[in-house]
Every structure is written in structure tokens, then in C-alpha cells.
């Protein structure tokens, strides 16, 4: 008998439930336990989600199998087609399109439930293990995590395999058995097939011990995650007013702090933004904080890069690292004007009501300024410490060949005209 009354309970508000549902053994009792719950409780909307991948041709069975099913328990089926991305790992490259599916049908505030197991936990342990992960990598799969708008939860982590499969047998219950699960070339498999059985003949109670070890560095990490923290929280301060859209941090004060304390706040601050780099990359953190003070190093990282400038680090991605287009006219200059590639701009104050238009910068420009007269717009810049990798693409207004106004620097408009930049998207990687 399997209850997951008290892990289900806390999510009876959510608006919706889904149930990420492969039609596999673990699956196919998490989806039974669920439709058994909705029926007793008051329970949210259940859908169950299969995602094809497209990687064999057995597969292609695999969606009538779990629309039998879930017409069977009353239960909507949404199926996902997915196109998996050449990687050198296929088995990643898959997990992320599953789990990108995944984030992308999720609103605010819904569950999607996923039938990890004891086991599971184990294995990936070992697999980590064996590929020199640090702490971060090896703590345990979390009960509770974020994913998109809404909350991905495990509720089968207290339960090992062969439990999961009494009770599928119990209950005569069908599930697909994937036929790329017996191939061991797959690391994973190789660890399920042939690793844990041995090592639960020498040590009966293997997966649980790996499991509880895990739920250990689990604790552990979320120590260091809140001194990472309180280290942010201080390298978080004084970010620029104008740039408040994009994420920074105050390099001096990770300076102060030891090498690996500052590695222990960067994975942090790094782990919502992009999937870590492994040790050998975190040279390229070391070339970033000791690069010299006139340098504009980069460190590119797999969903986006680190920047430096005017002392502080910057992350960037998304539209970011995309290439502005050309000047716009902005014909109805009392209306916001949508950029492409760059986010959108809106003016108030005093301007003129035809031929303005939004530009870049050249190389030449020159601003005339209340009490000042006619300035550099190089110059200015510096002097208001824009980031070098803000410059390309700051939106100028123009009238004629005259520039108006700067966007976001009050301080640098003809009188009673301001110009508002609603920066584009830093658009996050996997979380």
C-alpha cells in the first residue's frame, strides 16, 4: 500500500495538476495514485503529459498505450512532440527537451508531478560520483523544485523500485517496457542494470544508504546555499538605477571573499541562470575577476556569458547576445515603440511631434546640453559610467541629425524631453 495523502495535500490549491506520464512502470502507478486521490479528495484538475521524443521507433506505439490508460481512469492526455538537439550526451539533450515541454505547458502556480523514485535517487548519486560532481551535483533530487510558472514535485521519492512494482502488480496495472533501457551503453542503464543489482547483493540496503547519503549533502549544500546568500545579498548592492533590468554583481565584494566561497556564491547566483560549468571551465571565472582593470573579459557559459565593466560583473543572455537592428522611425512618438531585438522605448516631456526616430551610436555624435553646450556623447558615457556592452545598443532619439536624448540618463536630453528604455529580454537558461 502506497499513501501519498501528506504529500499530496499541500498542493490541493494549486489551479491545475499534471502528471508527467511515459507510460513506464514508475508512471503508470504515480498516474494511479493520483486519479485514486482525485476521486477521494478534493483534488485540482488531473492531466497527464507524454512527451515523444522521436528516438526510436517503438516509441511511436507508446502514445495510444497511454491514451488507453488514461481514457481507462477518466484523465486527459496532452502528448508533446519534441525535436531532441545533437548533443554529445543523448540522454541529457533528451531530459532537456522533456523538461523544456514540460515548463512550457505548466501556469502560474500548477503542479506537475514526476514518478522518481528511491532508486533514482541512488543511481544518480553514483552517476554523479563517477563524473566528479561537486556538491551542488550530488545532493539529492529535491522533494519540490521550481520549473516554469509553477512547481515540479516528487512524491514517489520515499519508495524504491520493487515497491512500485508490487504495487503494479498488486493493482493489474500495464506499462510499457522501454526497449533502450536494456542497453548498458546508456550510462544510467549501465548503473541500473548492472551496478546497483551488484552492489545490493554485497549490501542489501545500497539504495536506501546512497539515497539517505544523498538527502545528507542535500542538508549540507543548503547551508552553503545560505551563506551564498548572505555573500549575494551584500555583491548585490549598488547596481545602477539605469540598468535595472540586467543582473549584476559588485565585483570587489566577491573579491573579498575566499576562492571558494566566491565559486560557492557564483553556483548559486549561476544555478537559476545557466547549467553550471564543470571544474575545468572555472578557469574562466579566474580570467574574468583577475583580468586587468582596463580588459572587457568575457566568460561564456552555456546559456549566456559573464561581462565585466566599471566594476561589476553582468549577466547576459537572450536578446542580449543577439545584434540590434538599424534606426526606426517612430512615427507616433505619443505611443511606446516596440525595438527590434531591444526591448521597447517611450518618450515624455517636450519633443518635437514629426520626424523623430530612434538610432545607435556611430562614432561622432554630439549632444548640446542645457549650461554645458555641445558634448561628446563618448565622452558623456564615460562619464556616467555606461557598461561598454550597454553602448552598442542604447537607444538614441533623433531629430534630423540632432540627437534629443539618451535613453535612461536624465542627464543627458535637451531640456523637458526624456526617453524611456524598457531594456529586451536577459532571458534565463535552464534552471
Sequence with gaps: ??????????????????VAFSGGLDSTVLLQLLADYARSHAAPHLRAVH?????????????????????SLGIELHVIYVQVASSASLEQAARDARYKAFSE?????????TGQHRDDQAETLLFRLLRGAGLRGLAAMPAVRPLGRGRLVRPLLGQSRDQLHAYAEHAGLSWIEDPSNADSHFARNFLRGDILPLLRQRWPQA????????????????????????????????????????????????????????????????????????????????????????????????????????GRIWW???????????????????????LV???SVRLSGVYPPHGLRIAYRQGGEVLALKDRGHRDLKRLLNECQVPH?????????????HVLAVANLPGLAQQGCQLEWQLPTNAQGLS
Excluded at 323 to 332: D, H, L, S, T
Design 1 to 18: 500500500m502506497i499513501d501519498l495523502t501528506s504529500t499530496l495535500s499541500p498542493w490541493q490549491q494549486s489551479p491545475a495538476w499534471y
Design 51 to 71: 512527451v515523444h521524443h522521436g528516438l526510436q521507433s517503438a516509441a511511436d506505439a507508446w502514445p495510444a498505450h497511454c491514451q488507453a490508460i488514461c481514457d
Design 105 to 113: 505547458i505548466l501556469g502560474p502556480g500548477d503542479v506537475l508531478f
Design 207 to 310: 539504495s536506501q544508504s546512497l539515497a539517505r547519503s544523498a538527502d545528507h549533502l542535500g542538508e549540507a549544500l543548503g547551508l552553503l546555499d545560505e551563506l551564498a546568500r548572505d555573500d549575494l545579498n551584500a555583491a548585490g548592492q549598488g547596481a545602477p538605477v539605469a540598468w535595472a533590468g540586467l543582473d549584476s554583481l559588485a565585483l570587489d565584494s566577491l573579491k573579498a571573499l575566499s576562492p571558494a566561497r566566491q565559486r560557492n556564491a557564483l553556483q548559486y547566483w549561476l544555478s537559476s541562470r545557466t547549467r553550471l560549468p564543470d571544474a575545468r571551465h572555472w578557469a574562466g571565472w579566474d580570467a574574468l575577476r583577475d583580468a586587468s582593470h582596463d580588459a572587457q573579459p568575457v566568460w561564456r557559459l552555456t546559456d549566456g556569458q559573464l561581462q565585466r565593466s566599471h
Design 316 to 338: 547576459l543572455s537572450g536578446d542580449w547576445l543577439q545584434p540590434v537592428a538599424g534606426e526606426q522611425a517612430w512615427p507616433r512618438p505619443s505611443l511606446p515603440l516596440a
Design 341 to 343: 531585438g531591444n526591448g
Design 389 to 401: 556592452f550597454v553602448r552598442p545598443r542604447l537607444p538614441l532619439l533623433l531629430c534630423g541629425e
